[in-house]
């Protein structure tokens, strides 16, 4: 295989994403890109972006997945809901949430890890018990959070933009030259990696590759900047959004923990006899799945203004269904973060573009289960050719 | 004696890169028992699968002729209907089945939407009788031993109505009472007329039982020795086994000055993890000294792999126990790590089961074992690890594009490089290689040989286990022989032979 038949499969779902905007830009006259349809489509999202990131972490690890973090986000986002009405701070509400979502993490992590159970069953039991803790917490009621700092912060109300401070008219400078800022600092990351690269020898990709890739990325940030700057600006939730994933795109490529990840999922045992202690790995997974969790449920009640016993009810499902279409294997090993973003997007924009083109929400759960169908397959079949 | 009841005519299967069988012959007469015998991968459990249909016809060239008629089975199966039937080495049994359910597996008793519950247990218990075997066929498999296992398989042979038996190391998991009754109904079967083809390693069982042995040596057929004229004594036997010419297939080691103790174990001893009562290692004691290659021959099963992970802090066994001395100091090592930390490195003989991570590239590869020299406040340095594992491949030879390239595309000598290079990287002083030149080709052979030498040249010890004779003959300096678990014999590697190494393994 060629160098551009590499690069495609390398891309594919990039270039399925791509494919898919442009049928449902058609199939919608324009409307999928409207400023307010991208500023929903990330903000709608936000807290697929970050269980899908968590769960990425337990999947790398052999195939593994938590069905937990659907009632977690639930019970962690009631638990707000609940002290800020009785008039809690929101630091200390936010820390309680965060630390409350990493003890329940830990509390599933030391089954799986530890005891051994499979990590369907431990995350099964916890799915249940909190969808049930979340009903006993709420009462069954809906609580509202009135709070305006906590909702500016995450994402929910009226305000949840970041505030222009250069006094745009229709459109957010803020916004773009944020964009502009940022496009700015990757061009120049990215070459004084290749001149350093290059300096020492190492191998690198093509030079027209690398031009092509840095200009595609910066003209689709631009973009989606001035989509978003012709709405209201950039979402708060987009922030935390970005943090998270640059965060753990740094951890799971650059850190011997992300590294033992992939070594365990791609082989336990050699792993193990490489001085690794392999429980630890898994237990980090688990924990720090529960960590993110409670981000998602911090994200999903500030978005809805409130806090209700249903909430987050198949978000596990989004979650697993984005890192497998972005590319992580069922068997673990191979994914990466980037990737189930791009599946997490690709999950958004069916669901919005259907939505949008008034699909009945019955068959939008059919086409999201064929994507996902299709997605594996490709996973599963184009190993196979390289046997 | 009787008809010719099969004939395997110029059998040769090869594997990609490997003439597994090449032009082989077997003539087995109705009513004998003709016993299999050959070194480790000599081409006994090919042969036996070309027959069976397990590998079908077509991928192999040749003739099987069975009952006067040329077969060209496609799967087991058809081997089976036609009374030919195999039982493995290692036992295909259910755990957490019943005997009736076992023995019935694939072959239901009853029709296909209902199984006939009561004809199966009748059935089934009228086989075990016949095999001696008084558990009800209710029982399950987990609760009886491995040797009533073997019968209950040979009993599952003879309900598919077997006419020519085959078995591959049947007792090899057996003690001697139990091998001796199941060699005793062999013969039993024999006097009523069915075929046995037995693979041994064990040359006391074939002297006892067998009518005719075929001896097998790289994938062919040497000679046919026949009980009623020939000498089948176990020294004539091995003579044919082993018979080959060494050659130049070793590097010369020159200037290696063998220095002090660097480990030494004492009274090892060490427990299966699941047969808690079973001793997998039995009071094993040995050293090696800096510089020195000591090779550790015995067969497959001996129990050589289990020692030397045991040693490694602990990563095989129960209840260990014995003394473990590292340069003059006894040392207890808590786990692996603490190993790793002793300059302990052990390098498997599985390497992509235990090895090597396939999906993850040459560079992760050899820097997993070693990773915190490359990172800081848990950063991995990326250009200090590229640097690494081109330093690494340069070193070694390492065929292949980049050091990006994932180790599972790599070609099994290459691949053995890699693992090499991930445990020099762990920089240890004594290397336990298991099995370093499995299933890799004469030229990759010899440059991991040389890997060998230098790793010695450097003042480091090597401790090699290798099922391959000339291979343990040519490259130690030392030799110890285990056997079932239990050091059989130590002797200075210019003084041994194949045929010294054989008998300490055979007459133990």
Redesign the interface.
Known sequence: MGSIGMTLKKYTMVIALVVIVGIFYVGTHGKILLPQNINNLLSQNAYVFVLATGMLLCILTGGNIDLSVGSVVCFVGGLGALLMSKGVNVVVTVLILLVCGILIGAWQALWVAYINVPPFIATLAGMYAFRGLSNVILDGHVVAIANKAFLNAFGGGADCYVPDFMGGKALNITCLTAAVVGVALFVLAELKNRISAKRKGYETSGIIGFVVKLVLVSVVILYLAYKLAKYKGIPTSLIWILIIVLAYHYFTTRTTMGRYLYAVGGNEKATQLSGINTKKVYFFAYTNMGFLTAIAGILTVARATNAQPTYGMFYEMDAIGACFIGGASAYGGTGSVFGAIVGALLMGVINQGMSIMGVDANYQKVVKGIVLLLAVIFDVVSKKEKK | MGNIILEMKNITKEFPGVKALDNVNLVVEEGEIHALVGENGAGKSTLMNVLSGIYPYGTYTGDIVYKGEVCKFQKIKDSEEKGIVIIHQELALVPYMSIGENMFLGNEQGSKAAIDWNKTYAEADKFLKMVGLSESSRTLIKDIGVGKQQLVEIAKALAKNAKLLILDEPTSSLNENDSRALLDLLLEFKKQGLTSIIISHKLNEVSYVADKITVIRDGSTIETLDKAVDDISEDRIIKGMVGREMTDRFPKRTDVKIGDVAMEIKDWTVYHPQYEERKVVDGVSMNVRKGEVVGIAGLMGAGRTELAMSI??K?YGTRISGQLIINGKEVKLK???D??KHKLA?V?EDRK????????PIK?NTT??N??AL?KN???D??KE??VAEEYRDKLKTKCP?V?QNV??LSGGNQQKVLLA?WMFANPDILILDEPTRGIDVGAKYEIYCIINDLVAAGKSVIMISSELPEVLGMSDRIYVMNEGKMVGEMAGAEASQESIMSCILKS
Do not use: H, P, Q, W
């Open positions: 490694f802090g990563a786990n692996i790590k190993a790793i052990y498997t089961g235990n090895g090597l991570v396939l999906t993850n992760v997993l074992a990773l915190s990172t848990r950063v991995i990326k250009d590229y640097m980049t990006e599972g595309n991930k």
